[in-house]
């Protein structure tokens, strides 16, 4: 389902089609993603860039490691309705949850297959949708994801790829509950916090606002990158 409020994007020319899932299970969008990714590298489709909330859930990284990160037992996530899931992307453990945009890119990098590359360019979409809330935001050496004054995470970056087509991706931090990240060391952090859009701002942040500024910076970061061979 396309969302309304990205309107704004049909006034760009571009093949880039940008879905909202809406609310969903980590496991349910993980077997969605797959199917996109096989649909992207036949052909059937072209690039696009897919939004979701998910119901609150911690999932681990390939790191090593990444499981120790876990500070609650698995039965007091259950009992916070918290799942715990095993993911195939990179990084360590994470959360996710309502209040949080996750955006899963499922492009094809056939022309370029440059990885790096596409995590510089993935970074810099967040970097230029926060500089529009007057938030300064950046890289962090030797850390993956978006930082303020290199102390506060507000976006954890995962990505995955399977014949050169991406997918899983970043987790921007609108409005989560903030107390669901006690129960982690997220993203193996400990030598920094996390932080949310509304925190940095202290007033409440429209999430669709926030969805419909990162499509437009995603087009224009990727606009000279992907669809070369759409």
Known sequence: MQAPFFAILDRMTTPLEVIDWGRTEYKDAFERQKARVEQRRSGECGDALIFTEHAPVYTMGLRKGAAQHLVWAEAECARRGIAVVQSNRGGDITYHGPGQIVGYPILSLQHRRDLHAYLRDLEEVVIRTLATYGLASARREGKTGIWLDGARKICAIGVAVRSWITYHGFALNVCPDMSHFGGIVPCGITDGSVTSLTNE????????????????????????TTHQDA
Do not use: C, Q, S, T
């Open 201 to 224: 701002l202290d007033k409440a942040v429209d999430i669709a606002e926030v969805k419909a500024r990162l499509a437009v910076e995603f087009e224009r970061v990727f606009a000279n």
